[in-house]
């Protein structure tokens, strides 16, 4: 395939990304709202941002073998017109007419099923990123990568607004406006999208010739049993970090709205803010970050932006404090995490690297789940900034066992 073809098809694969986050993040900043005005406490709302990452993390390797077998085009598609059901039912729930046929608990479990249908449809992360593999040189695939992470940042900034907007015009209208973008959206790909040449199956000989390989499960396992190896420590500090970051997001939308009294129609201002740093971060900062400080100086400011962030947001007593605290949270992940990817990657065996950063993204996905779980029984049974204050002490503890091992891999990979 030509790169002129190639980068054809990269880019409507850039739109259909960018306009399916744009969606998703339509309803996800409203759901808080909506949940505890349906009778849910901070508890339910932490479920139903779990309840997303484990549909997420068991549908994924079922998609992943669906685009194996049918091709990537369809299954991408699959997942848009799944996310087109979630949005429905997440419409259906906050309903003037449902509310009078059904009670706050059966529509609090509608809401619930929308967040497993929207994490079932967004299983296809892995799909996306094999689409990029199979379209692009494998000199070009970072790059192409790259700026599928700036659309999807990109949708991240505009949704919220999105969300706010159709707000204002009924509870339903978000959850509509979302099914219908990704409908259309489906309806562009289908249109638009081209099915990649599939790479060619490894020789018999090239097999024989490869390294033994470990299964996942055994190789989670190794993270557990050996957290002193560099690959374990480094998918420790990214799964932690991780952690920490999805129990403070959370719970955000509720403290807002307890302390500053932020609403479903405003609550899109503080995401934009907040997507619009962490596009600026991981587009024009990043990388002369790295070639200028090396990446375990780079990892150690971003846990130090963590934790300091997630400290001083509570402490915050105004909208402007507020809106400088905040800033250290996406400077902090836009700097930890690629940084911690790029040394797992360093770190993985011959071989065996992409199993390592499936790992990596298991040891991620399980976070996803726990995070929102503790932090929504610590804002309901402890006090709203608690949540916060255990996110920066995670953070600040995993910052010497983070450096540690970072600065081995770096030593490392400047001698080699």
Same mark, same amino acid.
């Given at each position: 395939m030509s790169r002129r073809a190639a980068l054809a098809r990269i880019s409507v694969l850039m739109a259909t990304v960018f306009v399916e986050m744009v969606g998703f993040l339509v309803v996800l900043p409203l759901l808080p709202f909506y949940a505890t005005r349906l009778g849910g406490d901070a508890l339910a709302v932490g479920l139903m941002v779990s309840a997303f990452a484990v549909a997420q993390l068991a549908t994924a390797p079922l998609w992943g073998r669906l685009s194996d077998r049918a091709g990537r085009r369809p299954t991408i598609l699959g997942g848009l017109v799944v996310s087109v059901a979630a949005h429905l039912l997440f419409a259906l729930a906050c309903s003037e007419r449902a509310a009078a046929a059904l009670a706050p608990e059966g529509l609090l479990g509608i809401l619930f099923l929308s967040r497993l249908v929207q994490g079932a449809g967004s299983g296809t992360t892995g799909v996306?990123?094999?689409?990029?593999?199979?379209s692009v040189a494998p000199t070009e695939r970072a790059k192409a990568l790259g700026w599928l992470t700036a659309a999807a940042s990109a949708g991240v900034m505009l949704g919220p607004l999105v969300g706010s907007l159709a707000a204002t015009f009924g509870p339903a209208v978000p959850g509509l406006v979302a099914a219908g973008l990704c409908l259309a959206n489906a309806a562009f790909g289908f249109r638009y999208l081209a099915e990649p040449a599939k790479a060619a199956p490894a020789t018999p000989a090239a097999e024989r010739s490869a390294p033994p390989r470990h299964s996942v499960r055994r190789m989670m396992a190794?993270?557990?049993?050996?957290? &002193?190896?560099?690959? @374990?420590? &480094?998918?420790?500090?990214?799964a932690v970090g991780m952690m920490a970051f999805m129990a403070m997001n959370a719970v955000l939308a509720l403290f807002l709205q307890a302390r500053f009294g932020v609403t479903e129609r405003s609550i899109g201002w503080f995401y934009t803010y907040v997507g619009g740093v962490s596009l600026v971060m991981r587009s024009l900062v990043l990388g002369?970050?790295?070639?200028?400080?090396?990446?375990?100086?780079?990892l150690r400011l971003g846990l130090t932006s963590l934790g300091a962030g997630f400290a001083l947001l509570p402490l915050a007593p105004g909208l402007a404090s507020?809106?400088?605290a905040v800033?250290?949270?996406?400077?902090?992940?836009?700097?930890?995490?690629p940084v911690t990817t790029s040394l797992v990657s360093r770190v993985a065996a011959p071989g065996e690297v992409g199993q390592t950063m499936g790992v990596q993204?298991?040891?991620?996905?399980?976070?996803?789940?726990?995070?929102?779980?503790?932090?929504?029984?610590?804002?309901?049974?402890?006090?709203?900034?608690?949540?916060?204050?255990?996110? @920066?002490?995670?953070?600040l503890l995993l910052l010497p066992y983070a450096v540690r091992f970072a600065k081995g891999v770096a030593t490392e990979g400047t001698a080699g």
């Open positions: 996306v990123q094999a689409y990029v593999s199979d190794a993270v557990v049993a050996h957290p &002193l190896r560099p690959a @374990s420590a &480094l998918v420790i500090v990214y002369p970050a790295v070639e200028r400080f090396g990446e375990a100086r780079v507020l809106a400088l800033l250290l949270v996406p400077v902090g992940t836009a700097l930890l995490f993204q298991a040891f991620g996905g399980i976070a996803r789940m726990v995070g929102p779980m503790w932090a929504g029984a610590a804002f309901q049974h402890l006090s709203p900034g608690a949540p916060f204050w255990i996110s @920066s002490a995670l953070a």
